[in-house]
């Protein structure tokens, strides 16, 4: 058993002791001899605490520390790291030809995620033993020995500000040897960024570039031109890079970046540098705030919102289909409960017959009901048709069903009308229809086809009228909903759908003078 | 084949029980579910550290409360005993992964509810107390 679902074992039977809140199944199982492979139970709260607490990543990264750095007292190791408050920052490596505008990004990156920025240069700057030594090798014109500059390299990113901060390495690694001997010693970053452009594009960019003697900024004739004045007198002073420099620059960077680019397969990302640099930065920060896919156990729980006739029915089942999730339409359960002969079912007949709609309590206890049944909570569960006004989703919240995901799907009125209007189906074979896009396919089973009353015009745009009522006040109650395009074909739809359900939700910036997680 | 790097990974995490550590840690957020996983974290670690100092009760999981629950579970009767078989099974259940196999009472296959808390809480120690190394 993985260590999570061990600990999860121990748990269950702790909650086994306190008999009278929990399942008697478990107590059985103490006094039957034989090991019956049970389905593991865990309860909704653990798994939605484990999710919004992220507690797989965070005891995946204390351990992957741990095996990098080995200290003798793990235990106060860990103290020490949880100390420090996020175990999560950025890591970032800037990579690229010279001319491609690194500095820009890794400047304007510092100032909107409050990173520290590290240069070849800067390292140097440093007053330790190690970087005087280095700059020894440097007086002399030499070459800094590799080792040595890994250790510089180490010491200065294990400094508390860059602990606590997170970095971007501009320019560092050059080399793959540089690159590995980099992940030995433990460095390694969560995303390198690779910025890539034409040659000839760099070579003239490069013609108007400039840097400032005091700061190190990096300036360009047309494309960023500083405002303070004292600025523009400095720079009119310095000379632009030569071309014959770049161009062997440049060779020495196709040569190399080759090889990089296989050392960092799983976390690179090249973007296009030959761009306005407000976009590059642009495309450059969503790829930092992006997670990579996580390995930890998460069961779906998404929510479908949309008007009548966005597909709703048909995304669910797709979804349903393919990850092999619940699929609950609240309308059908609703039918399937009335024919029941419960006492449940006796109470909603009324109101399924006359059209009224069901009052909340009684849906809410139905919902939860089969929300907390073995399938929905081991297999995750997609729900559209509920809830659709505020109060109801409230209840929903209050329930402890909080939905991993929730999409919105967008569509203008024209479009639903025509959907829906046109739809019918062959009461004979069960085909659904609709006289534009899928026609009956002989006259035969025209004359059959019938249509829903509810798909009426009439009752279409009073539908309409009420989704678009309570649509903004629940798209405010899930502000990390994702609006998804639905005037499309349902397979773009359903892979729109899937990136956003598969992949982790990307984090969001914080407000400036707070932490990074 | 494993490189020596790996290797030396692989030894380290036998060596100090860190999968052991970070099952308990995990066990306890679970169960307890803090608002704020880190603090809670850092309070258990700190106990750990104390109790390793001190040769204290290492914090763990299961009381004297949940001991009494799972003799109330098998002895329902309240005869004072149970088997050695139920013993085993217990013990399996509660995660002690060594126990002595020979307790007081195993000759006539009744084990006493003494018995049965005493030789419990000396394997809940054991397996909270990952620090100790074999």
Known sequence: MTPITFSLATCEFVLASDLDSYDKQTANHLIAMDETAKPLRIPPEMAIYAEKHEIFDLVQTLVMNLMVDKPEDPIQYLVGLLKRGSVEVPRVMLLGPPASGKRTIARKLCEHTQVIHITASNILKEDTDLTKKALQYKAKQQEIPGDLWIKLIQQRLSKIDCVRRGWVLEGIPQTREEALSLQEAGVAPNHVVLLEAPDAVLIERSQGKIIDPVTGDVYHITFIWPEDKEVVQRLERQKAVSEEQLVAQLMQHHRKVHALRKTYLNCLKSIDADQPHVDVFDQVLTYILSQHRSVAPHTPRVLLFGPPGSGKSLQAKLISQKYNIVNLCCGELLEAVSADATNMGELIKPYLESGQQVPDSMVLQILTERLSRLDCTTRGWVLHGFPRDLEQAEKLQESNFIPSRVFFLEMTDDVAIERVTLRSIDPVTGERYHSLYKPAPSPEVQTRLQFNPKDSEAQLLRRLKEYWANASSLQDLYPEAVHINADQDPHTVFESLESRLVGRLPKSLPDRGQNYS | ?134
């Open chain 2, 1 to 134: 084949m494993a490189t020596p790097r790996e290797q030396e990974a692989a030894d380290y995490l036998r060596k100090h029980k860190i999968i052991e550590l970070m099952d308990n840690l995990t066990s306890m957020l679970f169960f307890y579910r803090p608002e704020r996983p880190n603090e809670f974290l850092i309070t258990q670690l700190e106990q750990l550290r104390v109790s390793k100092m001190r040769s204290l009760d290492c914090p763990s999981l299961f009381n004297d409360t949940n001991l009494d629950a799972v003799l109330g579970i098998l002895d329902p009767t309240k005869q004072g005993h149970i088997t050695f078989v139920q013993y085993k099974e217990a013990l399996t259940t509660l995660g002690i992964e060594k126990f002595n196999e020979c307790p007081e009472g195993v000759a006539k296959d009744k084990i006493s509810q003494e018995t049965f808390k005493r030789e419990a809480k000396e394997g809940l120690q054991r397996s909270s107390a990952t620090f100790i190394s074999k």
